[in-house]
T-cell receptor, first 109, second 113 residues
Framework: GQNIDQPTEMTATEGAIVQINCTYQ??????LFWYQQHAGEAPTFLSY??LDGLEEKGRFSSFLSRSKGYSYLLLKELQMKDSASYLC??????????WGAGTKLIIKP | EAQVTQNPRYLITVTGKKLTVTCSQN?????MSWYRQDPGLGLRQIYY???????DKGDVPEGYKVSRKEKRNFPLILESPSPNQTSLYFC????????????FGDGTRLSIL
């Protein structure tokens, strides 16, 4: 079956760096997405990786290794507003999105 | 402003009483889909539509119906709601077959008693 694994919850300190990992096993691969979701709100798009390597967007970066079925989202200079859930989603060979359950990130002062 | 609009945002109803959740997008997107989100399970796709009059089942279609008579609208219909359909529902759209970031509506929290 298809599977996306992410840690359930992580805690980090304001101003620090945190890395959220995502491993996947899917029928084919057509890209990996990261979304941010604040409690009770809709997910918002953060990044998209389809080739191996690092994509940087301001304080957020996302890395992909297709051979390892692995991605991470790196958040730098953490702010309190970064407290949210981070969702990893992989597009399979049928162009269907498979979603992970999300990682709840708690930022402490 | 580009947006996906869902209504209602919140609904409490009883088992068996038919309900419809509307979804409308103003971005001329071909691809629309419905998800439900339950604690610990992530987003699960209910139905999707690649264009007008084209709809397909997602991972959890049982108990739901959809229609796509116009490009902008994609309503979700619960003919006979049951308590296990209590969930947070999201409608989303993309310019083409999921090959791009999805634009989500604000969500609809349904409680079926």
């Amino acid at each position: 079956g298809q599977n996306i694994d992410q840690p359930t919850e992580m805690t980090a300190t304001e101003g620090a760096i945190v890395q959220i990992n995502c491993t996947y096993q899917t029928s084919g691969f057509n890209g990996l997405f990261w979304y941010q979701q604040h409690a009770g709100e809709a997910p918002t798009f953060l990044s998209y990786n389809v080739l191996d390597g690092l994509e940087e967007k301001g304080r957020f970066s996302s890395f992909l290794s297709r051979s390892k079925g692995y991605s991470y989202l790196l958040l730098k200079e953490l702010q309190m507003k970064d407290s949210a859930s981070y969702l990893c989603a992989v597009m399979d060979s049928n162009y269907q999105l498979i979603w992970g359950a999300g990682t709840k990130l708690i930022i402490k002062p | 402003e580009a947006q996906v609009t869902q209504n209602p945002r919140y609904l409490i109803t009883v088992t068996g009483k038919k309900l419809t959740v509307t979804c409308s997008q103003n971005m001329n997107h071909e691809y629309m889909s419905w998800y439900r989100q339950d604690p610990g399970l992530g987003l699960r796709q209910i139905y999707y539509s690649m264009n007008v009059e084209v709809t397909d089942k997602g991972d959890v279609p049982e108990g739901y119906k959809v229609s796509r008579k116009e490009k902008r609208n994609f309503p979700l219909i619960l003919e006979s709601p049951s308590p296990n359909q209590t969930s947070l529902y999201f409608c989303a759209s993309t310019p083409w077959q999921e090959q791009g970031p999805q634009h989500f509506g604000d969500g609809t929290r349904l409680s079926i008693l």
